[in-house]
């Protein structure tokens, strides 16, 4: 390869990686989902909020199967450059529900703005419920939780009644040997004086 044919192969390759003099075109959009799941995470942190309720059937699916699921009574409304957000709340009883709202607006709007730029225009919130923590903890209890609790003393119970059906059974058969034991010697005894009766 001669020295020309070295510097029109670097040339080539200077002009392949060279940068782009252009504006790459694209668009970055967020399905509502990845909104509603940055919020939904933002909003565990808020003290004083018990849940964001996703609605009857929503609960009802949560009362019979455990669910994680942070999207539940989160709404929004994405656009190119804002967001617009609807939640539906149960609040903890005895806390200053207008301080509340206030701190949910600072946290989705912190949170929404920092991991995507858009701006949140609205935060609407509906408190659905008021509980103690105690109450709340007692209702999200799931049917599933119950079924595993119902399912662990059954088999408990059921242990229990084989251990005393075997050591029945055990103790059952022993008197049987015992009886059928002394049977056997009474009929010897019976046929050992029956013998010396006939001589």
Do not use: C, W
């Amino acid at each position: 390869m001669s020295h020309k044919d070295v510097k029109e192969v670097k040339d080539v390759a200077k002009k392949e990686v060279a940068p782009a003099t252009h504006e790459v075109k694209g668009e970055l959009t967020y399905d509502d989902k990845v909104i509603q799941k940055i919020i939904g995470i933002s909003l565990e942190k808020v003290s004083g909020l018990l849940a964001v309720d996703g609605g009857f059937f929503s609960n009802l699916k949560d009362k019979i199967v455990n669910s994680d699921n942070v999207t539940h009574g989160v709404n929004v409304e994405v656009g190119k450059e804002q967001v617009a957000v609807d939640l539906n709340v149960v609040v903890e009883y005895q806390k200053n529900v207008p301080a509340l709202y206030e701190e949910i607006k600072k946290v989705v709007v912190e949170e929404v703005s920092k991991m995507t730029d858009l701006e949140v225009v609205e935060v609407n919130v509906n408190v659905v419920d008021i509980k103690t923590k105690e109450q709340h903890e007692a209702d999200s209890v799931s049917l599933q939780d119950r079924v595993t609790d119902v399912a662990e003393s059954t088999g408990e119970f059921a242990s229990e009644q084989f251990e005393k059906a075997k050591s029945g059974i055990s103790g059952g058969f022993s008197a049987v040997q015992e009886k059928v034991g002394d049977g056997v010697e009474a009929v010897k005894d019976a046929a050992s004086n029956e013998k010396a009766r006939v001589r």
